[in-house]
């Protein structure tokens, strides 16, 4: 049985606590898209220019997701309003870190200033902002509500949604050929099918043989990935994917919720602090793929209800050559709800 999913986004509020979106920033772009998300989520948006009214906000509004600047020019200025140094101590103090999204122009390797200031779960390059407004509007509400709930929540209505069940180890290659062949039907470059097949087929490896545990002991991981096997009710893996006008989306879903928070910014944060870092095989971030997922350009969520249900979602643009994909959206997201223990 597919792992059940508990709520439908389209009918939950996000008004049954206080909170609404927030952006410290000294950029239009960036005020732009606070407006466009909050009115999109029908959010309450604030733009704010120093610390001090952050905290007043947070006092508030504690509850609120964070849009935060993270390369304005003078960033690293102590004495600016918004340096790094002043908003970083603003929000360890007052802020729910796990609802705080850093944006900036670069990959975050051109940002050493960040190396000891890692208190944020999600990154969203500014790119085409504008034209992704509503993507990254239902990336927010994922971080408000916090819990797997199916890649519908990601798209408008009308949009045809895909849904395959995976039952055996065999099946893997008829579903990445399924979506192989949806994508041949789009006008998308053939680089960019070639990326979405081939980590498609990294995150079904991922549900197939890492995420099983039982008793802390992850029982598939050294099980041979050629081996072609009937999974068990539990260990039944499902696949969503639907194609938009300004995007497109994969969810790979297990039921085990066993990819730990620990594991995932571990690997994040190494991939863009230290260029030459690469996981090593065999932990669950290798499992994952997510060193060649992020270096690619796609974008990744990572939803976990832990020991419950886990949602790994790939995302790119619906684009017609690759120099478009370099100046579209671009992102990385990891929501976890309740305990991380598992």
Known sequence: MICKLKIDTHSVSLH???MGIAVVTTRNEDKNLCTEASKVLSLEG???GDAEELTAYLA?????????DLDHPEATVPTHPIS???VSTVLKKHAKLERVLGISDNELTTMPYLANVRIFDHHLF???LAGSSYLIARLLESILIGIPAGIERFFQEGVKVQKLALES?????TLVEAVNKTLEKTSLPSRL??????YTDELLMNAIFDAPRKDGVFYKKNSDRTSDFVLDPLETVALEFAVGQEYLSVCVRDQFGSMTKEAFMKSVWKNFVRDSYKPAQGTPAAGLGIYGILQSGLSLSYI???GVCTEAYLFAPTVKNIKAMRKSFRFWSAVYSGKNDV
């Open 84 to 86: 790094i140094q002043r």
């Open 193 to 198: 099918n070639i990326l979405i097949s081939q």
């Open 46 to 48: 604030v733009s704010i």
């Open 304 to 306: 976990c209800e832990p």
């Open 169 to 173: 180890s065999a099946q893997r290659k």
């Open 126 to 128: 500014r790119r085409e």
């Open 60 to 68: 508030k509004d504690p509850n609120s997701i964070i849009l935060w």
């Open 16 to 18: 049954d606590e206080r």
